[in-house]
């Protein structure tokens, strides 16, 4: 399978507010979740994945487990950035210099952790890279002044999903926070649009991407027919779902 990747801005003391200070006070939920006006049912998951999240083993990977329960905890509070294959981890191993935007998380936590720890995505389902809230800034600044930075970014953000990471960027500039990058929070079917899967808020993922997934999976099923057929009007109309799903 291929990498639905999303962006998570969440700042570094949120980290520990809405998921380890949760994991250890069950009545952080209730608070949190009236203090950010969130609906009943995203409260209910919210308290699922850290239910979840307790569980975890001490010899489980913390980018499968822990990293990737933060990144759907934080889809709950405020809107998270969807590209189809674009992770900044394999930015990093094609580019490495691009690694110096990235901190990890034993720089992050202000404990120490038992789980094992990659920092980057290896497989589906786990977290990322996480960019600082001073490097989300420095990143954005070298994309406009620096060519070379420029130059990387918009050839591994292809197709026009430079703009939703350039999105990411600017809402973590805005709020002051960093970025926690993930896969599979979200999973859209560009060809079955209501059997898309969240396990964090779906309706709090950005459109933008899922409409140039959804595209390109048209213009990739047009290039191998060669021709107008039933499905591809099918994934056309899936994509207008989509939009009055969630608005235009």
């Known amino acids: 399978m291929g990498f639905d990747i999303s962006y998570h801005p969440i700042k570094e003391e949120e980290i520990c507010e809405w998921y380890f200070d949760a994991l250890q006070n069950h009545d952080v939920v209730e608070q949190l979740a009236l203090q950010h006006q969130m609906e009943d049912f995203y409260k209910q998951k919210y308290a699922d994945t850290l239910a979840v999240g307790r569980q975890t083993e001490p010899n489980a990977v913390f980018d499968k487990t822990h990293g990737y329960y933060i990144a759907v905890i934080q889809g709950f509070f405020r809107t998270y950035y969807y590209t189809r294959g674009s992770a900044f981890s394999f930015l990093i191993e094609e580019k490495p210099h691009f690694k110096k935007y990235t901190k990890n998380w034993q720089s992050i936590l202000p404990f120490s952790m038992d789980n094992s720890v990659a ?58 926070s960093g970025i926690l990058e993930a896969t599979e929070v979200v999973e859209p079917n560009p060809f079955d649009m209501p059997k898309s899967i969240s396990y964090s808020n779906l309706f709090n993922c950005d459109k933008e991407g899922v409409y140039l997934y959804i595209d390109a999976a048209a213009e990739q099923m047009s290039q191998i027919q060669n021709t107008q057929t039933p499905q591809q009007q099918e994934t056309s109309n899936k994509s207008s779902f989509w939009k009055k799903l969630f608005g235009n």
């Open 119 to 176: 920092n980057l995505i290896t497989e589906n389902y786990s977290s990322g890279v996480y960019i600082p809230a001073d490097q989300a800034i420095a990143l954005l600044n070298d994309y406009y002044n620096n060519s070379h930075i420029k130059q990387d970014l918009d050839h591994f953000f292809s197709h026009k999903r430079i703009d939703v990471f350039l999105s990411a960027l600017e809402a973590s500039k805005k709020l002051g």
